[in-house]
């Protein structure tokens, strides 16, 4: 198991259980998000299947924890605004040959080094043409306006109780 990372259960749309390995945690305006890394097979050398990790982001209702996990360690990333709320960030993808330039709006955290933007910011920029939300972030999910509402979120964390007492208090 990587050192910083701390196993869980996520959950398929099927309903099939997989193990995963949970690197980080984030807090959004609608509830918890969570990158885990999940073991798949790849065409290797030779043609070989070899197994190859994904990371992705997953929102709570895909996520679980496993029974006695030690979550202590795992990076919970914060707004690094001052007044505490969410934040976002701006990406400009370059024109190209028969592609136009487009721009995507992340999670504050998701594209590191980035200028931070308030809520405003973003939804402005999110409404101008060829923009769009990262979906790897879940960046429609965290904001407001572009949230969907037929999709309900829970608001949980995979933490110790000891732990998840302490964030609940904050």
Known sequence: MPQDA????????????????????????????????ITGWAAGSGGRA?????????????VRPLEGGDYSQIPTLVTPTADGRQAWTV?????????PG??????????????????DQALDILRQPRT???RECHAATSLPATADPQSPQQDHAPLTE??????DRQ
């Open 50 to 62: 070899e197994p190859a990790e994904q990371s992705v982001w997953l929102d709570a209702r895909h």
């Open 91 to 99: 990406q400009d993808l370059p024109h190209r040959p028969g592609h």
């Open 132 to 134: 769009v939300p990262c």
């Open 102 to 119: 487009a721009r995507l709006i992340h999670v504050i955290g998701c594209q590191p080094h980035a200028t931070t933007l308030t809520l």
């Open 6 to 37: 701390a196993r869980v259960t996520v959950i398929m749309p099927d309903g099939q259980e997989l193990r995963a390995f949970l690197y980080e945690r984030r807090r959004t305006a609608v509830g918890w998000q969570y990158r885990v890394g």
């Open 162 to 167: 000891g732990e998840r007492h302490t964030e």
